[in-house]
């Protein structure tokens, strides 16, 4: 069988490497371009082609970064004849003459239990919403967002210490193992997809930097919850004032205290903390308190919140907006 592999991110990178240890190496990978990374804006090749560069073996898979998806894309898809096209976190809404180019049609790995969770961002809403479960589904792609005829799918459970990042990476190793089982039924013709229901949808939108923005009022489960959707990017964070600079504060680790006679948006450190070593530092939510374990100053390096005590002991007391 030739396929084709659209795919980007490290969620797309895991699966095709487990498809292609399994004997499905595709003829082509489509991935989005590279990218200018961090403060020197380096330029960076996306985890899917860095997972091909870095295998010397790969070296007959073709990569493709079209910045567009035109004709002429369509041309050089057409020049495969895949059987079939597979897409994982591609990043980009690719047009029906192209989803109908291969034989088999294209088929989608998407990171929820659809019709739950319809669009880019199904794992940090899973975690944002404080589902128990989640999964993969392995659907037909037509037209429209995640809409098509259901394949396969698999269930998975979110732990109370999953992050996007964690939940991710489980999530892609057990739609590259679903994926290995399915698709032989699927192109021989013993699988039957079933369509979705449709009134049952639920949608996500693409999480941009301002998500991360800490609103104090909620309830301290609700903003832990968001330090781990939003983990590794764009986290959880607020502004302190220090030495009359406001100044960005990402907050990485974080659990729950029942702890409330404070002011909302208060800098505090627990009752039990008699000494520094043991030092809790919390801040008071809309319901309960936010217990931060590990966080990163704008420009500084990650630390354990007692470490950042040492230097910021004037910050208790502070209130945050």
Same mark, same amino acid.
């Given at each position: 069988?030739?396929?084709?592999?659209?795919?980007?991110?490290?969620?797309?990178?895991?699966?095709?490497?487990?498809?292609?240890?399994? =004997?499905?190496?595709?003829?082509?990978?489509?991935?989005?371009?590279?990218? /200018?990374?961090?403060?020197?804006?380096?330029?960076?090749?996306?985890?899917?082609?860095?997972?091909?560069?870095?295998?010397?073996?790969?070296?007959?898979?073709? %990569?493709?970064?079209?910045?567009?998806?035109?004709?002429?894309? #369509? $041309?050089?898809?057409?020049?495969?004849?895949?059987?079939?096209?597979?897409? !994982? !976190?591609?990043? #980009?809404?690719?047009?029906?003459?192209?989803?109908? &180019? /291969?034989?088999?049609?294209?088929?989608?790995?998407?990171?929820?239990?659809?019709?739950?969770?319809?669009?880019?961002?199904?794992?940090?809403?899973? %975690?944002?919403?404080?589902?128990?479960?989640?999964?993969?589904?392995?659907?037909?792609?037509?037209?429209?967002?995640?809409?098509?005829?259901?394949?396969?799918?698999?269930?998975?459970?979110?732990?109370?210490?999953?992050?996007?990042?964690?939940?991710?990476?489980?999530?892609?190793?057990?739609?590259?193992?679903?994926?290995? *089982?399915?698709?032989?039924?699927?192109?021989?013709?013993?699988?039957? /997809?079933?369509?979705?229901?449709?009134?049952?949808? +639920?949608? +996500? #939108?693409?999480?941009?930097?301002?998500?991360?923005?800490?609103?104090?009022?909620?309830?301290?489960?609700?903003?832990?919850?968001? +330090?781990?959707? $939003? $983990?590794?990017?764009?986290? !959880?964070?607020?502004? @302190?004032?220090?030495?009359?600079?406001?100044?960005?504060?990402?907050?990485?680790?974080?659990?729950?205290?029942?702890?409330?006679?404070?002011?909302?948006?208060?800098?505090?450190?627990?009752?039990?903390?008699?000494?520094?070593?043991?030092?809790?530092?919390? @801040?008071?939510?809309? *319901?309960?308190?936010?217990? &931060?374990?590990?966080?990163?100053?704008?420009?500084?390096?990650?630390?354990? !919140?007692?470490?950042?005590?040492?230097?910021?002991?004037?910050?208790? =007391?502070?209130?945050?907006?």
């Amino acid at each position: 069988m030739k396929y084709i592999f659209f795919g980007t991110p490290e969620f797309a990178a895991i699966v095709l490497e487990k498809l292609t240890a399994a =004997g499905l190496e595709p003829e082509a990978v489509i991935c989005n371009p590279d990218e /200018p990374i961090g403060r020197k804006k380096i330029l960076t090749p996306p985890p899917a082609k860095s997972l091909i560069m870095k295998h010397e073996t790969w070296n007959k898979i073709r %990569i493709l970064q079209p910045r567009n998806l035109n004709s002429s894309f #369509k $041309f050089q898809v057409s020049s495969f004849n895949p059987d079939l096209a597979i897409i !994982a !976190a591609y990043g #980009k809404m690719i047009p029906k003459e192209i989803l109908d &180019i /291969p034989k088999f049609g294209t088929i989608n790995i998407h990171g929820s239990l659809l019709p739950k969770y319809r669009g880019a961002s199904p794992i940090q809403y899973a %975690i944002l919403d404080g589902d128990k479960e989640t999964g993969i589904t392995i659907m037909k792609v037509d037209e429209k967002m995640d809409h098509g005829e259901i394949i396969s799918n698999v269930k998975t459970q979110i732990s109370k210490s999953d992050t996007f990042e964690s939940l991710s990476q489980k999530l892609a190793i057990c739609g590259a193992e679903l994926l290995i *089982k399915t698709i032989p039924d699927y192109i021989a013709g013993k699988i039957k /997809p079933i369509g979705q229901n449709h009134s049952e949808a +639920t949608y +996500t #939108k693409i999480i941009k930097k301002e998500d991360g923005k800490i609103d104090w009022q909620k309830s301290a489960e609700k903003i832990e919850r968001m +330090t781990r959707a $939003f $983990f590794p990017w764009p986290t !959880a964070w607020t502004y @302190v004032k220090l030495k009359a600079q406001s100044l960005k504060l990402k907050i990485l680790e974080a659990e729950i205290s029942n702890e409330n006679n404070y002011q909302i948006g208060e800098i505090f450190v627990s009752k039990h903390s008699n000494i520094l070593q043991n030092v809790r530092m919390l @801040v008071k939510c809309g *319901k309960d308190s936010l217990v &931060i374990k590990k966080l990163q100053l704008e420009g500084g390096k990650v630390l354990l !919140a007692k470490e950042f005590l040492n230097g910021h002991r004037d910050l208790i =007391g502070n209130i945050l907006k």
